[in-house]
């Protein structure tokens, strides 16, 4: 039967199994729309701004194990997109962005609406596609989907004609795709493996330092269970928190610019780094040069060749899907595998390290942010999906919420975009309909995509927004005063709206907290009497407080700046 | 700071170039020369890279290059065995003595004139970089009208192979 290529894009989704598709409607998209009207499998979650329709279907993938998929017009609607695309291409996050285009014999001339979409959007894809004839049309987003979720997942992007969708095709969907061009490497090295095994054996002073990988593969289990094997420390980084419970004892922290001391510390000085899923970035290891002033031996496991050996010189490079090769460590293991006994003495000296107390802060007559975050942990039983925006607070929620499972922490980690934490709490309500959702967030970030609070009035999505407002841009302010004598240039927020009235005018519960001892009252009332709501909470907290310990720009990782030295 | 001929097998579509070159200014990596054209196989193209770097740098280059879902394959020509030739097309004046002097220089680099007029000659030139740039030093700066090179391209010798 043929059908129109409007039709053949929501069946495809519907062979994809999509139940939900973020978007926004627009001339080149109408007649999908049209589709998508016809049927009731894929719901729509109409947003307010593209912007937010690309990070909820991020926040939807990053939440649960599914593509999350997006939908939007030509021209503006795709420039809308750019920076929740880009966003999820730095944190290697599977999505389907489908893009409608110009009529494809319009295409060149200018016409309305009309962008360079493939263009536009190349650099920060994994790959993008434009549909020039409605017979590819189905294979294209078949590739498309396979693309985004295997090998180191990332965005892809398909670019739709309007009169592609308009004309008549059969419709076939393939049920496997093979490609020559692409064919990423699932399996580890057998011989890599062994070689790792040889150099754990001979760790005195080991970590295991681990990254999103973790989290993207879901890997959180085989990393536990050989971790425990090893009685080794563990370190994630802020992309890799609630890969290993944040609970267990052999937690020794987030590390990098915010890490805790005895994690920057023993990442710095240990002898074997077993990296899983991680990329030795900027923001973890500081001033590479300091780094590699320690001789020490790497592994690294990674689904991607190109983050090894990118920053940090690799000893033992695995490439490989992370859950498989941690299970062959597991199993290589078996055969009469011994920890060396120095490590004992290893953890002797992180105890000392933990003495600092890293993450201790001093309490004020103002609300302390850090104490939010760890009334919001009691509160909600660390079972929340935390989603953040980014500064301070993002920050303060990766410190003080201690993460036991993947895919509980919702943030922009590589691109560090604000405005992401409404929208991602729409997408994970998307995808965990049921979840407790909180979005810790400053009176900076939420006014980015703010417009959402409109969305979730339609849709019900009942986000704890917990915004620690100093009246501050409280992360460029922190920089300012350390690093630029105190000139506060353009960090100090006026004319801040009354968040309360604000909520209230979306047809939400809102709520101001003034007092220390009001925060966890609060945050009870609107967990439990508020459970169904919107609840936006506007915590006015410390206007001075700032993140400790810190590494700062240039600096090698044990150069830190912890509460105590000020 | 070593020279490297990149050869790379890729999907022949639209955009593929743009793909490439766009890598490699992403990501701060310099591109000499370029050349790319269709295989025998009308779906494939061929691209040879000339660039230069340090062993970090070309490792990422190759592995960046290989996770682009459009390229099949990518090898580093100047790993090994292989020849090398780019093509030049010089138009010099040639007018009274400079006429018979060109001729001699075109021949004793085995170029070809392929277009004559009473004032200019177009030479062929085809060797490796250095043999063109040999060439153009050569000759009286002054009587260089215009110079088009097509850029590197190489293939490795014997049974190195690079097909799918």
């Known amino acids: 039967m043929m059908i129109s290529g409007a039709e053949i894009v929501i069946r495809c989704l519907q062979e994809e199994k999509v139940d939900c598709v973020f978007g926004y409607p627009g001339g080149s998209v109408l007649h999908i729309y049209d589709a998508l009207f016809k049927q009731d499998q894929v719901k729509h979650i109409l947003v307010r701004h593209e912007q937010a329709a690309v990070h909820a279907a991020d926040a939807y993938s990053r939440s649960s194990q599914r593509v999350g998929v997006a939908l939007v017009t030509s021209g503006p609607g795709v420039t809308n997109t750019v920076t929740g695309i880009a966003t999820a291409y730095m944190d290697s996050i599977p999505m389907v962005v489908l893009t409608g285009q110009v009529p494809s014999f319009y295409i060149g001339q200018d016409a309305f609406q009309e962008c360079d979409t493939v263009g536009i959007t190349r650099p920060c894809v994994k790959h993008n596609f434009l549909v020039k004839d409605v017979k590819d049309l189905a294979v294209t987003i078949k590739k498309a989907f396979h693309i985004a979720s295997t090998g180191r997942p990332g965005p892809v992007v398909v670019d739709i004609p309007k009169d592609i969708t308009a004309q008549m095709c059969e419709f076939d969907y393939p049920k496997t795709i093979q490609m020559r061009s692409y064919n990423p490497v699932v399996k580890g090295h057998l011989g890599q493996i062994k070689k790792a095994v040889q150099i754990l054996q001979e760790a005195k002073r080991p970590i295991i330092y681990t990254g999103g990988g973790v989290i993207l593969s879901d890997a959180a289990e085989q990393l536990t269970k050989l971790a425990h094997k090893l009685n080794f420390p563990v370190t994630n980084t802020l992309m890799g928190l609630g890969g290993y419970p944040a609970t267990d004892k052999q937690f020794i922290g987030m590390l990098g610019m915010h890490g805790t001391f005895e994690a920057n510390n023993a990442m710095h000085y240990a002898d074997v780094i077993l990296a899983v899923g991680a990329r030795f970035d900027d923001r973890v290891i500081g001033n590479p040069e300091h780094f590699s002033e320690e001789k020490r031996r790497v592994i690294h496991i990674d689904i991607d060749p190109s983050s090894i050996s990118k920053r940090v010189k690799v000893d033992v490079p695995i490439v490989g899907n992370v859950p498989d090769v941690l299970e062959e460590l597991v199993k290589l293991m078996d055969g009469g595998f011994r920890t060396d006994p120095e490590v004992a003495n290893w953890w002797k000296q992180i105890d000392e390290w933990r003495g600092r107390d890293s993450l201790r802060y001093k309490q004020s007559e103002h609300i302390m942010p850090q104490f939010v975050m760890e009334k919001l942990y009691e509160v909600t039983g660390g079972n929340a999906f935390v989603t953040s925006d980014v500064g301070q607070h993002q920050m303060f929620a990766a410190q003080y919420y201690k993460f036991d499972k993947p895919r509980r922490w919702i943030n922009s980690g590589g691109l560090g975009t604000m405005g992401v934490g409404l929208p991602y709490g729409m997408g994970v309500l998307m995808a965990n309909p049921d979840a407790q959702v909180a979005c810790v967030t400053g009176e900076g970030s939420i006014q980015m995509c703010i417009q959402e609070l409109s969305t979730c009035k339609q849709y019900g999505f009942p986000i704890k927004i917990i915004n620690l407002n100093n009246g501050m841009l409280g992360m460029v302010r922190q920089w300012q005063e350390m690093f630029y004598s105190k000139r506060y240039s353009q960090s100090y927020v006026t004319s801040l709206p009354d968040f309360v009235k604000l909520a209230e005018a979306y047809g939400h519960v809102g709520m101001k907290i003034e007092k220390p001892e009001d925060v966890e009252p609060a945050l009870r009332k609107a967990f439990t009497e508020h459970k169904d709501d919107l609840v936006f909470m506007d915590f006015i907290i410390d206007p001075v407080a700032n993140v400790f310990p810190m590494v700062a720009a240039g600096k090698g990782l044990t150069e830190m700046i912890l509460a105590e030295d000020l | ?164």
């Open chain 2, 1 to 164: 700071m070593l020279r490297h001929i990149i050869s790379i097998l890729i999907e022949n579509e639209s955009g593929a170039l743009s793909r490439v070159a766009g890598l490699f200014s992403a990501r701060g990596y310099n591109i000499e020369s370029l050349t790319v054209a269709p295989t025998e196989d009308p779906s494939l193209s061929r691209m040879t890279i000339l660039t230069s770097g340090s062993d970090e740098v070309l490792e990422q280059i190759t592995k960046q290059l290989n996770k682009l879902v459009d390229v099949v394959k990518v090898v580093d020509l100047s790993e090994a065995a292989h020849v090398e030739r780019e093509l030049m097309l010089i138009k010099v004046r040639a007018t009274g003595k400079d006429r018979e002097e060109m001729k001699r220089m075109a021949d004793i680099f085995r170029g070809r004139i392929i277009d004559v007029t009473e004032s200019t000659y177009v030479i062929e030139l085809t060797g490796a970089s250095s043999k063109l740039d040999s060439f153009i030093a050569a000759l009286d700066a002054g009587l260089i009208l215009e110079t088009v090179r097509t850029g590197v391209c190489g293939i490795g010798r014997g049974d190195r192979i690079l097909k799918i």
